[in-house]
């Protein structure tokens, strides 16, 4: 009876994984239909709305503490300054903040500010960018990040989403994104006085302070980017610093 039992269980989980990636596959090839392109055996790539889409089905970690994750990532325009690193936060966080070690965007929404750590610049082009819709979404999941990377903007999405209605608006949503992005940066830069310059009858405007705001702009991804070189260097010489008085210890109680 125990080896009954014992084939029988090895025979549902078998039947499940088959199951699984059977449905996984029929996913995929109806977003590789969506989006023009074509599915690999745990990922899609095709383009919407004329953005470049991959969506990738993977995990993180090893073993039994591994993790399933749902990518999306879409390229970014270049010559656009932007830096994002969206995600819950942490306990520490708003000492951090306080100190000036960690940098976090507010959008204005109340229920997202609470929940979500903006690392991001510029701000101005960053609040466009998260629109009270794409705010709504990111409450709507569970564990969820947004970051840029390697000139692509990334929504990472905890489990892997193996219904296409999901898988499809998750990819609207990162094609609104990256779409956003240059019109971001022109709003911005429509926002900025320019003072007429030339005389009353000849006048043009002086695009000066708009060459202006653009590099402040960019200042300011500079030094987000700084802020969490820093952080990340820090931690780095905590854990240095542990390793080495664990080694201490050890060496002593040995010793003794």
Not at 69 to 94: A, K, M, S
Not at 129 to 146: I, K, N, S
Not at 190 to 217: H, K, L, M, N, T
Not at 225 to 238: G, H, Y
Request: include cysteine.
């Amino acid at each position: 009876m125990p080896v009954l039992i014992t084939v029988g269980l090895i025979g549902a989980v078998a039947w499940m994984a088959l199951a699984s990636r059977a449905k996984r596959k029929s996913v995929l090839a109806e977003l590789a239909g969506h989006l023009g392109g074509q599915a690999g055996s745990n990922d899609v790539r095709g383009a919407l709305d004329g953005v470049g889409v991959h969506l990738q089905l993977t995990t993180r970690g090893s073993g039994s503490s591994s993790t399933q994750w749902t990518y999306v990532d879409c390229p970014l325009p270049p010559g656009y300054p932007l830096t994002i690193h969206l995600e819950e936060h942490g306990w520490f966080d708003r000492g951090k903040i306080a100190r000036g070690d960690m940098v976090d965007v507010e959008v204005g929404e109340p229920a997202f500010d609470e929940k979500f750590r903006v690392e991001a610049a510029p701000a101005e082009v960053v609040r466009r960018l998260l629109t009270p819709e794409v705010c709504a979404y990111l409450l709507r999941l569970g564990r969820v990040e947004l970051a840029t990377l390697d000139g692509n903007v990334r929504l990472a999405i905890r489990g892997w989403l193996d219904q296409a209605d999901a898988a499809r608006e998750a990819i609207a949503i990162t094609v609104a994104i990256a779409r956003g992005v240059r019109s971001a940066h022109t709003a911005a830069d429509a926002a900025v006085a320019r003072p007429i310059v030339g005389g009353a009858y000849r006048g043009f405007a002086d695009e000066s302070p708009v060459r202006a705001a653009q590099a402040a702009r960019a200042d300011e991804v500079a030094k987000v980017e700084a802020v969490r070189r820093q952080r990340a260097a820090t931690r780095t010489l905590v854990l240095v610093m542990v390793m080495i008085g664990i080694g201490v210890l050890a060496a002593m109680i040995m010793a003794g």
